[in-house]
């Protein structure tokens, strides 16, 4: 199979996502990688909710490029969450990540419904609005709020840890 559209629509944000976070000097190596951990055992617990239809298959039917999204999605969310916290002055932290959690929807429709790269099973039953069962609608604000928590009383651990890893060659 090859690479289609919606393989090109990951490699590009995750390219987007990184000239932008380069840009305002910050590092985002770990929400990255969390994300990817994350995501990567989500799609492990819910194998049989859906079916990709990717190539460059990491474990049964999960594409690497999959797994690279929700690495891009949880670098978006976080940033939006924390900037909203500073910039627009949202007073709760949850409030941030509720509003944050959009983009995960905004993934969720464009994989889906716009580049057609994964089929929902008749796990949720019938579908929501514009094409996606209800049950994401619920499922990305609960995930993005867990992972936020997480991830403001981990990443300067990660952070830091990442950052004393010396590559040498010997």
């Not at 049964?60 to 670098?75: N, P, Q, R």
């Not at 944050?100 to 579908?127: C, I, M, P, R």
Request: net charge negative.
């Amino acid at each position: 199979m090859a690479v289609g559209y919606g393989e090109a629509a990951v490699i590009l944000f995750f390219y987007v996502t990184m000239l932008l976070t380069f840009a305002r000097r910050k590092t985002i190596l770990g929400e990255f990688l969390m994300g990817i951990l994350f995501g990567f055992g989500w799609e492990l617990l819910t194998l049989n909710f859906w079916d990709y239809n990717m190539p460059l298959i990491l474990f049964e039917d999960v594409s690497i490029l999959v797994v690279i999204g929700w690495g891009v999605v949880f670098v978006l969310t976080y940033n939006t969450s924390e900037y909203l916290m500073k910039r627009a002055n949202f007073k709760h932290w949850i409030f941030a990540d509720l509003v944050s959690s959009a983009w995960g929807l905004v993934f969720e429709w464009f994989g889906h419904v716009f580049f057609k790269t994964w089929e929902y099973n008749d796990v949720f039953g019938q579908e929501g609005f514009m094409g996606i069962p209800w049950a994401i609608f619920f499922a990305w604000p609960g995930m993005v709020v867990l992972f936020n928590h997480f991830m403001r009383n981990c990443d300067t651990i990660i952070e830091t840890r990442l950052s004393q890893v010396r590559v040498t060659s010997d």
